[in-house]
């Protein structure tokens, strides 16, 4: 996230944080959009707490817009698009460590007839796991990548959660021969599988988890989404810039779906 941020700062991009989008409607020569700020407040008497207000509303008219806005996408509720789930959602439980192992720059793969496991290597010697649990184990209330689900382990669970860890390892990744014993952090996470009916329509597009979302092995979701977001900013400067038909979009959108 931080190369991408800065990636943007170079070309003069300033990414507005706590905005979102509050409706959409689309014209044959633009695209009107109501965009809310947010900001925090403290409510409630004796147990407080914060929750996320509007402090304003701007309206802009726009050329294009790109819905890269995530698993609940407001963009694709807008434009009506529906995004059923396409198989059983997945559950990861996730493991950052310091190791000694000699991981190089690697991904490792580990395929199961019940599971699908990865071994990612990190910077500075960190390494993370992400181990598939049965389909028993899934929590329907936990959602696919929430942050807020990261554990820092405490000395009451640290024990727990470094055994667990041991034991995924010598059933999952028995090659694994480096050091265990500095666990950082774990987490489960629930990655829904869905793909969007349609990819936008007219002057408005989706990509990344936006359109679809898939487990965290090889960051698919995210990769495509960038790949998607450089087909469609070129299409976008050909029609703005050559004066190439806005129909052009409407192409990419229906390759993309047979893809």
């Not at 507005?16 to 959009?33: I, K, S, T």
């Not at 407040?41 to 509303?57: A, L």
């Not at 988890?209 to 960038?226: C, K």
Request: aromatic share 6%; hydrophobic share 40%.
């Amino acid at each position: 996230e931080q190369l991408l941020i800065g990636a943007l700062e170079d070309a003069g991009v300033t990414v507005r944080w706590n905005h979102r989008l509050a409706a959409l409607g689309q014209h044959d020569d633009r695209v009107e959009v109501m965009i809310e700020r947010l900001t925090k407040q403290s409510v409630g008497y004796g147990s407080s707490h914060t929750e996320w207000m509007v402090r304003d509303t701007t309206e802009h008219e726009l050329s294009f817009v790109i819905g890269a806005d995530g698993y609940r996408s407001l963009v694709r509720q807008q434009l009506g698009i529906a995004f059923p789930e396409v198989r059983a959602p997945q559950q990861y439980a996730v493991f950052e460590l310091h190791t000694d192992a000699e991981l190089g720059h690697e991904l490792r793969v580990v395929l199961d007839e019940g599971s699908t496991d990865a071994l990612w290597p990190l910077r500075d010697g960190l390494c993370r796991f992400d181990f598939e649990l049965p389909e028993a184990d899934l929590d329907e209330d936990s959602r696919e990548k929430d942050r807020a689900s990261i554990e820092l382990d405490s000395a009451a669970t640290h024990g727990v959660e470094l055994e667990r860890l041991r034991s995924l390892i010598r059933a999952r990744a028995p090659w694994f021969h480096g050091s265990i014993d500095d666990l950082r952090w774990h987490t489960e996470a629930r990655f829904e599988c869905r793909l969007a009916a349609s990819f936008g329509n007219h002057r408005a597009w989706l990509v990344g988890d936006a359109a679809h979302t898939l487990g965290p092995i090889g960051g698919w979701s995210m990769n495509e989404g960038l790949s998607e977001a450089a087909q469609l900013a070129d299409a976008i400067a050909r029609i703005i810039r050559e004066g190439a038909p806005v129909a052009e979009l409407e192409d990419i959108g229906r390759a993309r779906a047979l893809a």
